[in-house]
């Protein structure tokens, strides 16, 4: 077994003995009930992918918080956390994980203070989500100017009451045709003429995510629309 380089499994708690499989290079947990991160787990220091998923359940789901110990993982270059209830925030440690390009913590009830600094120190990263958290506080005008943000701030906004400046959300003008309610092709030259902000937002009715940005849009509308 200690020469596993994958592993995966279901509904079971963490075991610290997995901290034995040192020569891990890809290990996802799935829908892991009543347990916390062991510190042990980071004696897998050949880890490139690193992936553990709660369960949908609060009271049974992932606990504890997310160990500062992460930092032993210097190859590391995915890390996927969801559907848990941390304590605390997102440890600076992470920052001394170079090699990390995606870094998804969806729904784990980190909360506070947006970690703008964090994830400007993080210049590696090329992809990240961090929906459903709580966040609160603003983008920093450095992090607003990164690429992390301008492609992917819609990933990070969903699920977080941030005081956002509307001059920092972008977009690329739609490609395709688009059409009002009423069937009539929306010229979108016209449309940015006459208006001084304007959002556009992808809505399907199957898309949880679509349900969680629409009371944000609310809020941009009530402050913005005259």
């Known amino acids: 077994l200690v020469s596993l380089k994958e592993l995966g499994y279901l509904y079971q708690p963490i075991s610290p003995l997995l901290g034995n499989l040192i020569n891990l290079e890809s290990l996802t947990l799935g829908h892991v009930s009543e347990t916390t991160i062991p510190v042990e787990l980071f004696n897998c220091v050949k880890l490139k992918y690193l992936a ?24 590391l270059e995915t890390l996927r956390l969801s559907n848990a209830e941390f304590t605390g925030g997102i440890p600076e440690s992470l920052s001394e994980l170079s090699k990390m390009t995606r870094l998804f913590l969806r729904t784990c009830n980190i909360g506070g203070e ?11 990263l090329k992809q990240v989500s961090l929906e459903n958290n709580g966040f609160t506080g603003k983008v920093s005008e450095e992090f607003s100017k990164t690429d992390l943000w301008k492609n ?14 509307p001059s920092i959300l972008y977009g690329p003008v739609p490609g395709t045709d688009v059409f009002d309610i009423d069937g009539a092709l929306v010229d979108f030259e016209k449309v940015y003429a006459e208006n001084k902000y304007t959002i556009l937002f992808n809505w399907a009715s199957w898309c949880p995510s679509s349900d969680s ?11 913005f629309h005259e």
């Open 213 to 223: 940005i629409m009371d944000m849009l609310v809020d941009v509308y009530s402050d």
């Open 152 to 165: 992917g701030w819609r990933w990070i906004c969903i699920g977080n009451d941030l005081d956002l400046d």
């Open 52 to 75: 553990i998923d709660g369960l949908c359940v609060p009271s049974y789901t992932l606990k504890g918080s997310i160990p500062s110990e992460i930092s032993r993982l210097k190859d």
């Open 114 to 124: 947006f970690p703008s600094d964090l994830l400007v120190k993080m210049s590696g």
